[in-house]
């Protein structure tokens, strides 16, 4: 399959003319025509990470691993060797991932010094992951999809129905009205006849009992009437919600068969791997329905980090879920100080995110770490960029549970 980069701005595919690929030296690439555009602005400013670069834009260095098809100039020898494309020209090490963010190839340095904590997916989990989607178009522009399309219009004719039952109950409506003004216009003269027949005689009242006794058969019919419509009205009602629910619970059991085996009942215990198997939780989260305890371990891993962990945690928290959430990501490679999980987290530092929590295991801050409320978890794994970060650790847990320590262990990884 033909994987081709583009520019993160315009999004139009890196070629060797107006849309050359250069390379920042913050680490991320954007095309000639954007960085243009971006300098004619007078801030040389990059789009992902704010920070300034240095020299003209036509001076920068060109990614020509990104542009289809092209060999660069000053690779390759005198005797005519090939260009390994499979090595880093930054760093000559092997590529192995691809840089969600920045949409480049990296290799293992690539990932230490500018792209840590972006969202890293090994290449053939690219790949695998466009194969996925052509089989869900495949799935779509067969049965199934004609099979949801029918679905679907049998719904909207039962809407339209249901609007017509509105229209007609709005007609009934104005009936019932109209008939409750009469009724209080006659109840009035009623009033003004019974004041009066003690003067009245026997001839005029006569005549107006008859017309007391001809409204009281016309209040019948029409009383008959108006129940009649309105039964009837009822009982179109209770076909069309019969109708309605029927069609709603087939579209639901269509949707279900689209879910991936994977995604079980939120009342069962499952792991959530990866970015791919994130993204497929929070799109199906009106078919998965939530248990009342629940637990779910969120893993977000070097190889396959989790780029929408703030969407997926949003909904597990209003799922009513405990999380063990191992960011492994940052708690084996903290040592960059752009890899702070306070960044990936910071929605959740004033909503009590601590409550929802079974266990951590990242790469916090000190003053992220208080508010996130995690000091009181039965598990904690956090990666500390040294050993005078074990103080600050043991004051709050000293605050929370008395006389507790942390002892340093090896690789600068400390936990309790």
Same mark, same amino acid.
């Given at each position: 399959m033909n994987v081709q980069a583009l520019c993160?701005?315009?999004?139009?595919?890196? $070629?060797?003319?107006?849309?050359?690929?250069?390379?920042?030296?913050?680490?991320?690439t954007y095309c000639l025509a954007c960085l243009k555009d971006i300098e004619a602005s007078g801030?040389?400013?990059?789009?992902?990470?704010?920070?300034?670069?240095?020299?003209?834009?036509?001076?920068?260095? #060109?990614?020509?691993?990104?542009?289809?098809?092209? #060999?660069?100039?000053?690779?390759?020898?005198?005797?005519?060797?090939?260009?390994?494309? $499979?090595?880093?020209?930054?760093?000559?090490?092997? #590529?192995?991932?691809?840089?969600?963010?920045?949409?480049?190839?990296?290799?293992?340095?690539?990932?230490?010094?500018?792209?840590?904590?972006?969202?890293?997916?090994?290449?053939?989990?690219?790949?695998?992951?466009?194969?996925?989607?052509?089989?869900?178009?495949?799935?779509?522009?067969? $049965?199934?999809?004609?099979?949801l399309k029918k679905d679907l219009k049998d719904s909207v004719s039962v809407c339209n129905e249901g609007l017509e039952l509105i229209e007609s109950?709005?007609?009934?409506?104005?009936?019932?009205?109209?008939?409750?003004?009469?009724?209080?216009?006659?109840?009035?003269?009623?009033?003004?006849?019974?004041?009066?027949?003690?003067?009245?005689?026997?001839?005029?009242?006569?005549?107006? +009992?008859?017309?007391?006794?001809? #409204?009281?058969?016309?209040?019948?019919?029409?009383?008959?009437?108006?129940?009649?419509?309105?039964?009837?009205?009822?009982?179109?009602?209770?076909?069309?919600?019969?109708?309605?629910?029927?069609?709603?619970?087939?579209l639901e059991a269509e949707k279900r068969h689209l879910l991936p085996e994977e995604l079980p009942v939120l009342a069962e215990n499952i792991v959530i791997r990866g970015e791919k198997m994130s993204k497929k939780i929070v799109q199906a989260r009106s078919s998965i329905p939530a248990g009342e305890e629940a637990t779910v371990t969120v893993v977000s891993s070097v190889e396959d980090p989790i780029i929408s962990l703030q969407d997926l945690l949003l909904y597990l928290m209003k799922s009513r879920t405990d999380i063990h959430l191992q960011l492994l990501d940052t708690f +084996?490679?903290?040592?960059?100080?752009?890899?702070?999980?306070?960044?990936?987290?910071?929605?959740?530092?004033?909503?009590?995110?601590?409550?929802?929590?079974?266990? +951590?295991?990242?790469?916090?801050t000190y003053t992220a770490w208080a508010k996130l409320g995690v000091a009181e978890l039965p598990k904690l794994g956090l990666h500390l960029q040294s050993g005078a970060d074990v103080a600050d650790v043991n004051k709050i847990l000293n605050d929370n549970f008395g006389a507790v320590s942390v002892e340093p262990v090896s690789h600068d990884h400390y936990g309790m």
């Open positions: 993160n701005v315009c999004e139009n595919t890196f $070629n060797s003319t107006n849309h050359k690929p250069l390379l920042l030296q913050c680490g991320h801030k040389k400013l990059c789009p992902s990470c704010r920070e300034e670069w240095r020299g003209e834009s036509y001076e920068l260095p #060109i990614s020509y691993m990104l542009i289809p098809g092209a #060999i660069p100039k000053s690779t390759g020898d005198a005797a005519g060797n090939k260009v390994d494309y $499979n090595m880093c020209l930054l760093h000559s090490y092997t #590529i192995e991932h691809w840089c969600c963010k920045c949409r480049v190839a990296t290799c293992k340095k690539c990932i230490s010094e500018m792209h840590y904590a972006h969202g890293l997916v090994a290449f053939e989990n690219v790949v695998g992951y466009e194969i996925s989607m052509e089989q869900i178009k495949e799935a779509f522009n067969g $049965n199934l999809g004609n099979k109950m709005k007609e009934i409506e104005a009936k019932l009205l109209s008939r409750k003004k009469h009724l209080l216009d006659q109840e009035q003269n009623l009033s003004a006849y019974m004041e009066n027949v003690e003067n009245t005689s026997e001839t005029a009242l006569k005549e107006k +009992f008859e017309t007391f006794l001809k #409204i009281m058969s016309c209040c019948d019919v029409e009383k008959t009437s108006l129940s009649s419509e309105l039964q009837l009205a009822l009982l179109k009602f209770d076909v069309f919600g019969g109708e309605f629910q029927s069609l709603n619970e087939d +084996f490679n903290g040592n960059s100080g752009r890899a702070d999980d306070s960044i990936r987290l910071k929605l959740f530092l004033r909503q009590n995110f601590g409550d929802h929590l079974a266990s +951590f295991y990242g790469h916090l």
